[in-house]
């Protein structure tokens, strides 16, 4: 999908030169691969009277760019200052104001200067946003050096539906560890609809984290659950003898293909920094930001939620 951008001042600039050299708008839109339509707009909304200048064409486009943020009222930026603090993303609020259909909403850069300039007055607007820090990778020659796990399925095995993201019912599964190893999270995230199950647990064992996987899907519709090659999933085996879900393992070492719920894990520390010890954490307290993430608007879903992906998808499901 192509994004839209605006014009640059080196482009207006070259647009008033080829003017200059009699060329048609349908010229200098293919010139500067543009759209004619927006070269159009751009020589009528600009031109002054003595002319099209760039100079004067920029100043323009940046005073009607100011006035146009002016137009967006108080009760908007209300709004957004309360998704803010319910941990949406400045992309999320816009897309999903457009969804729901705001006359006026505010761009992504737009609210991201709200932020900035809520920072300058001292405010909290910008602990909100999310905080994304490189992590280190640990490689051992594509060798894993940790043991093995008795009846472990390859992810090479795994059906294409549960590939493609084409059905409910297909999970991946992992653990956040509190600060000095204090406390547990199991989670569990719907690769297709986005839904995410999470389960507070006081330690890491292996019969701890199958029971909470099954006390979490026990009552959803299940097909395939994917996890990583941690010892804290040897146990799988509980799992498909409880609820009759395939259960496949990621290559060692190989994240990305388990990158929902690798991308779904960072979203939950938003909430449960790293800093944070987990073992205190009460069901409630969990449920809540469950319910948070799987009732947030989500790019990739097309600004839907994942319960709302979840229901439109739930017939056809109990079809198949």
């Known amino acids: 999908m192509k994004h839209y951008s605006h014009l640059t001042q080196a482009e207006r600039y070259q647009i008033s030169s080829l003017l200059k050299n009699n060329c048609t708008k349908t010229e200098i839109a293919n010139i500067l691969n543009r759209h004619k339509s927006m070269i159009g707009r751009e020589i009528k909304r600009n031109t002054g009277k003595k002319g099209y200048r760039p100079k004067q064409a920029d100043g323009f486009a940046i005073d009607r760019k100011s006035n146009n943020a002016n137009k967006i009222n108080d009760f908007c930026w209300t709004y957004v200052t309360h998704l803010l603090k319910k941990k949406y993303s400045p992309e999320q609020i816009s897309g999903r104001l457009k969804l729901d259909g705001w006359g006026k909403v505010p761009s992504v850069e737009r609210i991201y200067q709200y932020i900035y300039a809520d920072k300058r007055k001292e405010s909290s607007l910008r602990e909100h946003l999310r905080c994304q820090k490189q992590r280190r990778k640990r490689y051992s020659s594509g060798q894993d050096r940790r043991g093995k796990i008795i009846g472990r399925v390859d992810i090479d095995n795994r059906p294409e539906?549960?590939?493609?993201?084409?059905?409910?019912?297909?999970?991946?599964?992992?653990?956040?560890?509190?600060?000095?190893?204090?406390g547990v999270l199991a989670t569990l995230v719907d690769r297709k609809s986005r839904e995410v199950k999470i389960k507070p647990l006081v330690r890491k064992l292996a019969v701890d984290v199958?029971?909470?996987?099954?006390?979490?899907?026990?009552?959803?519709?299940?097909?395939?659950?994917?996890?990583?090659?941690?010892?804290e999933f040897a146990k799988h085996q509980m799992i498909t003898d409880s609820i009759g879900i395939d259960v496949y393992f990621a290559k060692p070492y190989h994240s990305w293909e388990r990158g929902t719920n690798e991308n779904t894990n960072?979203?939950?520390?938003?909430?449960?920094?790293?800093?944070?010890?987990?073992?205190?954490l009460t069901d409630a307290e969990v449920q809540e930001v469950e319910d948070n993430l799987n009732n947030r608007p989500r790019k990739i879903l097309g600004y839907l939620t994942p319960l709302e992906v979840k229901s439109r998808n739930w017939t056809v499901a109990l079809q198949c």
């Open 161 to 182: 539906p549960a590939n493609s993201r084409s059905r409910l019912g297909d999970f991946e599964g992992d653990t956040i560890v509190g600060n000095k190893h204090k």
């Open 210 to 231: 199958s029971n909470a996987c099954i006390e979490k899907l026990k009552n959803e519709l299940t097909n395939t659950l994917t996890f990583d090659n941690g010892l």
């Open 266 to 280: 960072g979203l939950i520390r938003q909430f449960f920094p790293k800093f944070m010890q987990l073992d205190q």
